[in-house]
Structures are given as structure tokens and as C-alpha cells.
């Protein structure tokens, strides 16, 4: 077995998740959006409006500022990334949906209770609204006009129509035509939305099919643990380890030693091993990089929470808290909100990791906040008084 120094481990990973390369010195147009998406193969989705949509987030933090029409383009069902469950909700490129199907088509025991039930007590219900969607085109399920249960602090209180809807989707009967401004899906045929072409290839039995994940999982992450490589697509441990077990035979992972992880982890054998990194990034709380917080803590040595749903005096850090990446360490962490109407990026507080020197991030977090206040048209970052990094902060982007 192969012994991987930590750091070396940490910049594999950050070369596979799209960090090693300088950023285009020219606004990023679809060609270089649709690079990074096939490479993260899988970019989450998130309602969370205070600063962006999610899913903007991934690709500003790897190529810088781009037209966010340009992605929109992609993920508005023009054949380039579908919407389906992965990790969470994402965006996949279309090559990825004939790796799915076995999902899909084992939605009774991969569907979760709401979906499962309007399906088994009113199927001729979900038939009417394939047939609604047939003869009158892409649905929302506002449309429907059905009043949503009253269970107060839930965020699945679907009523039956969209639960109805999202049993279609997770099926693939129906897939998302885009979204609409306030985030709702869109439904249409999938075969109206996907390319032919795709839909047309053969379903790979459920084997072969979690084999191409795992192997998809491991050129994302570049190095990682079982519970790394499965966590990528939510894969069952069973499913999971036989399909390592496979691609370790077969010479696609090799069994690799990291110092310091204290757990057997494995490596692609395609994976980049640079000497340096040399990225300034600010990351989404959903980026594939960051979302499975052990991973980060083992790479990066950075405990990582999101305090959105911790109440507001309970939070140490912030309500939608961003880690900032500067050459190959996580050396801070910013609570930001996008304050549309003052046309404002407020940084509500702002922490150092111990032992960075506090100037040297100031100045470099100050240029990155500029840099995306102006990708979000906004005129100015303001900065607070909360956190140990504010005061230095403060000044770094009073001189900008």
C-alpha cells in the first residue's frame, strides 16, 4: 500500500475539484462552465437566497466571474445537465442519467415516504398528471392550486399534487424543464427535455452502473475513503464497497495510506499530484469540496458547520458562512449576505484560522469580495465589526 503525505493528499484533492488551474483571464463563457461540471460531475442544489443560489457558487469560486446566463443556459433543459437526486438535489451532466435509472426505477425503496404514498393511494391521480403534463406542457405545481398541509416548521409539507410531481421526477418520468425565478421546478416529459440520444442508450444493470459512479466519484475527489467515494452520489455501503473492491482489481483505485487519516483510503491513478496549489476561492457551503464535513476536517484540518438552522444567539459563526481557501489551506471563514436593495455585500462577521498571518488574508479575502460584489453587481462590500479577522478586513477593503 502507498503512503500519501497529508499535503500531497490535500492538493490531489484540490486539483481534482478544479483548484490547480489559474482562473481564465477573460469572463468564462459555456464551454469552460460545462469543464467544471464535468468534472464535479455533481454540483448541488440549494433554495438559500441570501447570498446566491448555490449552485452559481461552484463555478465562480473555480473560474471567477462568468454570465450567470450562461449557466442557466445548461441547466434550462437544453440537453447539457439534468436535475435529479445525487448527492442532494443537483445538476449532473446528461451522460451521468443512464447511471441513475436503477434509482429510478427503485423510486419505492429510494423515494421517500410523501412521494411513495400518493403513488401507492392515488395512482390514477399521478397517471392524470403525466397526461396533464402530455397535453398541456411543463408544469409547476403552484399550478395545481392544492392548499399545502398545515404542519407548521416543516419543509416537506408537500401538498398531494407535489408530491405527486416529485414522485415523476425522482421515476424520471418527468425531469426539471428549469426553474422559475423563485426556484420552483418546472415540469416537463423527460423525453421533451433530454437529448434522444441519451435517452436512447441502454440501462446498465444496477452493478455496472454503481461501478461508473464510484469510478466518477474518484476522479472528482482525486483521493478519498470509502465513505468519501459512496457519500458523492449517496450510494449504499454494500453497493459501494463491491464496486471499489472491482475497480481496485482492475487497477482504477489503488489502495493508499494517508498520513494522519487514520483510515485505509483510495487513490485514482489518473489523479494530479502538483507540487503547489496556488487558488484563492470563497466556498459555497454546498460545494463539493466542502459538503461532507469529516473530509474536511481530515484534509484540511478546519471543523466546518452550517449554522443555518441553529438558532441566531447559538451560532459561533454566522448564519450562511463561506470558507476561504487561499493557496492550498481553508485560512477563514465569512458570514455573507447579498443586500440587494442597498446593493451591498455585507460581511456580518469574519474569523481566522489559527495561526495564519491575519494581513496577508485580510488583503487577499478583500480582493475576492470585490471581485465577487462586482460578479453580483453590487456596489460595495461593508464590512462588520463581528470576528477576529473584521478589523483587518475592514481596513484591506477600505483601500481597494
Not at 226 to 242: C, G, V
Request: include cysteine.
Amino acid at each position: 500500500m502507498d503512503r500519501l503525505p497529508a499535503g500531497l493528499a490535500r492538493r490531489i484533492a484540490l486539483a481534482a475539484q478544479g483548484f490547480a488551474a489559474p482562473r481564465p483571464s477573460t469572463p468564462a463563457g459555456s464551454r469552460q462552465l460545462r469543464a467544471v461540471a464535468q468534472r464535479l460531475a455533481v454540483v448541488q442544489i440549494d433554495s438559500v437566497n441570501v447570498l446566491s443560489r448555490a449552485h452559481y457558487l461552484p463555478f465562480f469560486s473555480r473560474l471567477g466571474p462568468y454570465p450567470r446566463a450562461a449557466l442557466d443556459g445548461l441547466t434550462n433543459g437544453r440537453g447539457a445537465l439534468f436535475e435529479y437526486w445525487a448527492h442532494e438535489a443537483s445538476f449532473l451532466p446528461v451522460r451521468l442519467h443512464p447511471y441513475l435509472r436503477w434509482r429510478m426505477s427503485a423510486a419505492e425503496k429510494e423515494a421517500w415516504g410523501s412521494m411513495t404514498r400518493v403513488a401507492r393511494e392515488r395512482p390514477e391521480y399521478v397517471a392524470a398528471l403525466v397526461e396533464r403534463v402530455r397535453t398541456g406542457g411543463p408544469l409547476r405545481a403552484a399550478e395545481l392550486g392544492e392548499a399545502r398541509p398545515d404542519r407548521p416548521g416543516s419543509m416537506w409539507n408537500w401538498h398531494a399534487g407535489k408530491a405527486a410531481l416529485e414522485y415523476l421526477f425522482f421515476t424520471g418520468v418527468l425531469t426539471a424543464r428549469g426553474r422559475t425565478a423563485g426556484f420552483e421546478r418546472v415540469y416537463n416529459l423527460t423525453e421533451r427535455v433530454l437529448p434522444a440520444a441519451v435517452l436512447a442508450q441502454p440501462v446498465p444493470d444496477r452493478a455496472d452502473a454503481v461501478r461508473e459512479l464510484v469510478r466518477t466519484a474518484a476522479r472528482a475527489l482525486g483521493v478519498g475513503t470509502e465513505k468519501d467515494l459512496r457519500d458523492y452520489f449517496r450510494l449504499s455501503p454494500a453497493d459501494a464497497r463491491t464496486a471499489i473492491a472491482e475497480l481496485a482489481d482492475a487497477g482504477e483505485l489503488l489502495a493508499v495510506e494517508v498520513d494522519g487519516w487514520g483510515r485505509p483510503a483510495w487513490l485514482d491513478p489518473q489523479a494530479h499530484r502538483p507540487r503547489w496549489i496556488r487558488a484563492r476561492a470563497l466556498l459555497s457551503p454546498f460545494d463539493s469540496l466542502i459538503w461532507e464535513r469529516p473530509r474536511v476536517e481530515r484534509i484540511f484540518g478546519f471543523r466546518y458547520r452550517l449554522e443555518i438552522y441553529t438558532p441566531a444567539p447559538q451560532r459561533v459563526h454566522g448564519y450562511y458562512v463561506l470558507p476561504f481557501l487561499l493557496g492550498d489551506r481553508l485560512v477563514g471563514r465569512v458570514d455573507l449576505k447579498a443586500d440587494r436593495q442597498a446593493s451591498v455585500l455585507r460581511v456580518q462577521s469574519a474569523f481566522a484560522e489559527d495561526g495564519v498571518a491575519h494581513e496577508e488574508v485580510a488583503a487577499e479575502l478583500a480582493d475576492e469580495l470585490r471581485l465577487m460584489a462586482d460578479w453580483m453587481e453590487l456596489d460595495d462590500v461593508v464590512v462588520g465589526e463581528r470576528g477576529d479577522l473584521a478589523c483587518d478586513l475592514s481596513r484591506a477593503v477600505a483601500l481597494r
